[in-house]
């Protein structure tokens, strides 16, 4: 019973910790405009929130009981990174487009934000059935 009750917990936490390393990734892309040769990098959000959560299927092991451990499921685990597509051909080969990054760093902070704020809420529901109120 508890466990159904903290799946959505289990999840949401998952995706603020993923979305956390994702502004660090763009943070380091934004910081490092202005060097050359450098190459900026991101990763495929939805596709590391379902290995993180154990819903890929491609070739995983099926969990048959509750005690299974899930496989790629670790939170602390990083992302498969990936370059990004260079939009801005440079001269000294760096391929930060700083106004994607710009507006990848705000799309993410607001749904950090959003996923903290609905975590604070179902916490707060849960302590209101558990007082009674």
Do not use: C, W
């Amino acid at each position: 019973m508890f466990e159904q009750m903290t799946a959505r917990l289990d999840f949401q936490s998952n995706a603020l910790l993923l979305r956390s390393q994702r502004q660090q990734v763009i943070a380091s892309n934004i910081a490092n405009a202005d060097t050359p040769g450098f190459v900026a990098r991101d990763f495929d959000f939805a596709k590391a929130l379902k290995g993180a959560s154990g819903m890929s299927t491609g070739g995983a092991v099926a969990t048959t009981d509750a005690r299974h451990m899930r496989l790629g499921a670790s939170p602390g685990g990083k992302p498969d990174m990936a370059y990004t597509v260079q939009t801005q051909p440079s001269q000294d080969g760096n391929s930060v487009d700083l106004d994607r990054e710009r507006a990848n760093f705000v799309d993410n902070t607001i749904r950090y934000e959003s996923t903290l704020r609905f975590i604070n809420g179902h916490v707060k529901t849960m302590l209101s059935a558990i007082q009674g109120q």
